[in-house]
């Protein structure tokens, strides 16, 4: 049987629904999000703030050189540079919420050639990704850690050198301050990475 004939028997047979909206997904084969929702994503686009990658009105770029958000303007950030895939809302939300709570692996594959897209100009010059670990309870429930199933689509070295001390609040509903709060000291290096390249460190827990 062709796929597309496959595709009409199990969505009349078997009725899956899509994972965010809830529609009968008319090809099941195809992944647990409908063709809308995935039409419905909304995309980040320029102009971005060159630092955190937050939307800018685009009236900034010509009267400011910097392209940079008013909050990168005012301080100094730990973090040099960081882009985002898109809005986090409607279908993007549910597919979030599918692949990290609902078991749907396979939205690794299109959730990285989104971030791939992204963060193309970043990741170019990157020498590695370093996804961050979930804790070992909280892995085995899910059955994987979604931070790493992504960073392997990035099309760049993975180095998993990074290990949690505690396990830490979901961030779901946290303001930005409390994000940082919550994973505050929450990291360190692995033992077994400290004192070798990144090489080294390529293989591990996930
Ligand atoms: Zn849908
Ligand atoms: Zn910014």
């Given at each position: 049987m062709c796929r597309h004939g496959l595709d009409a028997?199990?969505?009349?047979?078997?009725?899956?629904?899509?994972?965010?909206?809830?529609?009968?997904?008319?090809?099941?084969?195809?992944?647990?999000i409908c063709a809308r929702c995935w039409r419905q994503v909304r995309m980040l686009s320029g102009p971005l703030c060159r630092t955190c990658g937050d939307a800018l009105p685009s009236w900034r770029i010509i009267s400011i050189a910097l392209e940079q958000?008013?909050?990168?303007?005012?301080?100094?950030?730990?973090v040099d540079a960081a882009r985002a895939a898109g809005h986090y809302e409607g279908p993007l939300r549910g597919i979030l919420h599918a692949f990290k709570y609902e078991g749907r692996?396979?939205?690794?594959?299109?959730?990285?050639?989104?971030?791939?897209?992204?963060?193309?100009?970043?990741?170019g010059d990157a020498d590695a990704v370093v996804p961050v670990p979930l804790h070992p309870w909280r892995?085995?429930?899910?059955?994987?850690?979604?931070?790493?199933?992504?960073?392997?689509?990035?099309?760049?070295?993975?180095?998993r050198v990074l290990q949690r001390r505690r396990?830490?609040?979901?961030?779901?509903?946290?303001?930005?301050?409390?994000?940082?709060?919550?994973?505050?000291?929450?990291?360190?290096?692995?033992?077994?990475?400290?004192?070798?390249?990144?090489?080294?460190?390529?293989?591990?827990?996930?």
């Open positions: 028997l199990l969505s009349v047979t078997l009725s899956p629904q899509c994972a965010a909206c809830a529609s009968v997904l008319d090809t099941p084969l195809a992944g647990p958000c008013p909050r990168c303007r005012r301080g100094r950030s730990a692996r396979s939205l690794a594959e299109p959730l990285g050639a989104m971030m791939r897209a992204a963060g193309a100009d970043l990741l892995r085995m429930r899910r059955g994987f850690n979604q931070a790493d199933e992504l960073a392997r689509r990035l099309e760049v070295p993975t180095v396990a830490t609040a979901p961030q779901t509903g946290l303001s930005a301050g409390a994000r940082r709060r919550n994973v505050r000291r929450a990291f360190t290096m692995r033992p077994s990475c400290r004192g070798r390249g990144a090489a080294g460190c390529s293989k591990g827990a996930s």
